[in-house]
């Protein structure tokens, strides 16, 4: 089972591709965490380590995809 | 069974986004298109018309969702 993260913030450019984009994937694959930054700014470094600068974000198996735009990171930050 | 559809350009950013985002999708909800754009010109129309800006994009139901940027839409037109 492949680890998939869907970062978001909330926005509705992030609820639209969480309801269409993350419920696709495959279960049979992915185990896929949800985590909004917004909330939990605490995963903030986390995800840009790992090269998230938008959100929604899309991270399989390391690779960063970002999906449309709905808010810079630096956004989150203040 | 809904409708995706994948499109593409052959480039780098797509190939990387189609082996692992379109890839991921569930069989069991989506049967999955992949189209083209730079060998498949003649469904540009179709791709603008639907709101793809730039590849790759995946289209779900209808509703676009561009993935990472690959190369504007224009720019296959050339």
Redesign the interface.
Known sequence: MSK?IFYHAGCPVCV??EQ??AQ???????KVEFVHLGKDGGRLGEAESVGVKSVPA?V??G?V????HGADLSALKA
Chains 1, 2 share one sequence.
Do not use: C
């Open positions: 998939a639209e591709a269409q984009v696709s994937i495959d279960p049979a694959k992915y899309l399989l198996d690779t995809f970002h999906i449309n």
